[in-house]
Nanobody, 124 residues
Framework: QGQLVESGGGLVLPGGSLRLSCAAS????????MGWFRQAPGKEREVVAA????????YYADSVKGRFTISRDNAKNTVYLQMSSLKPEETAVYYC?????????????????WGQGTQVTVSL
């Protein structure tokens, strides 16, 4: 059974940066579309970024374009989310997810495996 484990969350000042990692076991991430999602308290889970398994095409939510970067290291079977210029309203639990659709999905149901999440808190 495949598992995803996120790490790298924590407390950061507004305007600061963090890099999240998502390591897989039992899954070869190069065969999966990979997505990063986040869920703030009282809000629905939303897509942040995604990367295609076929051509490496990337998707970013409008709110993070130019500040976040998704990448993958197939040799390490790990996906990353580099976040910069973080804002307090981006405080949330961040989840990585893996899916096998033939298209790059941005909806929750298009992903089959989920990590347990890592907390990111942006605050003074």
């Amino acid at each position: 059974q495949g598992q995803l484990v996120e790490s790298g969350g924590g407390l950061v000042l507004p305007g600061g940066s963090l890099r999240l990692s998502c390591a897989a076991s039992g899954l070869t991430l190069s065969s999966y579309n990979m997505g990063w999602f986040r869920q703030a308290p009282g809000k629905e889970r939303e897509v942040v970024a995604a990367i295609s398994r076929s051509d490496g095409r990337k998707y970013y939510a409008d709110s993070v374009k130019g500040r976040f970067t998704i990448s993958r290291d197939n040799a390490k079977n790990t996906v990353y989310l580099q976040m910069s210029s973080l804002k307090p309203e981006e405080t949330a639990v961040y989840y990585c997810a893996a899916g096998r659709r033939d298209w790059l999905g941005v909806r929750l149901y298009e992903y089959d495996y989920w990590g347990q999440g890592t907390q990111v808190t942006v605050s003074l």
